[in-house]
């Protein structure tokens, strides 16, 4: 069981190329977020997942897509990377409790990306 | 906003002492939860309580939830160097309870 997973673990880029970072979990939950960090501040979440095939916008989506084609899978898309796009970036995954209400997040480790 | 806000931004005390953290919040909510980061690492559940608990523990954990304020504190009793790491609170919102909006957290050092 190895929980919430994160690919890459780093990556340099330069203005205006793109990237995909991959999240996986294996705990079989409805929820998937991806937030960002950055220094000396709290995450901010960017794009969530209620369901397969489902997205929704979170508080700093823009320059970001995402894809929710498999339960166990959520991505995260750069279309042309901006240096203000250099951040953290946390995957987490979340049931729903019995009383309907999103319970205990699961993070994974974290995905550094700087862009130059 | 919804999001909470963590109270003090930064706290240094020695091993044994009692830390205490503050969160304040400005929408209803149905539960706020609490989560340690080490550094360069990601988040770790520690507690969860429901906008209908006022108290709860875990361990040295102690959270306490006051609706009316708005607000919840976390106690950690007896700290140890190994709790040095920054601590955020996250509430989700009555109306949407999908999202999570986490605070700028504390930055807890304990000395040995």
């Known amino acids: 069981n190895a929980g919430v997973t994160q690919t890459p673990k780093f990556r340099v880029l330069k203005t205006g190329q793109s990237m995909t970072l991959l999240c996986a979990q294996d705990m079989n939950h409805e929820y998937m977020y991806w937030y960002r960090q950055d220094p000396g501040m709290g995450l901010r979440l960017i794009h969530y997942s209620v369901g397969e095939g489902t997205t929704a916008k979170g508080e700093v989506p823009d320059g970001y897509n995402v894809s929710r084609l498999k339960k166990q899978n959520f991505l995260l898309g750069l279309e042309s990377a901006a240096p203000s796009q250099t951040s953290v970036y946390f995957c987490?995954?979340?049931?729903?409790?019995?009383?309907?209400?999103?319970?205990?997040?699961?993070f994974g480790p974290g995905t550094r990306l700087t862009v130059l | 906003s919804q999001q909470g806000e963590e109270d003090p931004q930064a706290l240094s005390i020695q091993e044994g002492e009692n830390a205490t953290m503050n969160c304040s919040y400005k929408t209803s909510i149905n539960n706020l939860q609490w989560y340690r980061q080490n550094s360069g690492r990601g988040l770790v559940h520690l507690i969860l309580i429901r906008s209908n608990e006022r108290e709860k523990h875990s361990g040295r954990l102690r959270v306490t939830l006051d609706t009316s304020k708005k607000s919840s504190s976390l106690l950690i009793t007896a700290s140890r160097a190994a709790d040095t790491a920054s601590y955020f609170c996250?509430?989700?919102?009555?109306?949407?309870?999908?999202?999570?909006?986490f605070g700028s957290g504390t930055k807890l050092n304990v000395k040995p």
């Open positions: 987490a995954s979340s049931y729903l409790d019995s009383g309907r209400s999103t319970d205990t997040q699961y």
């Open positions: 996250a509430t989700d919102a009555v109306y949407n309870f999908n999202k999570f909006y």
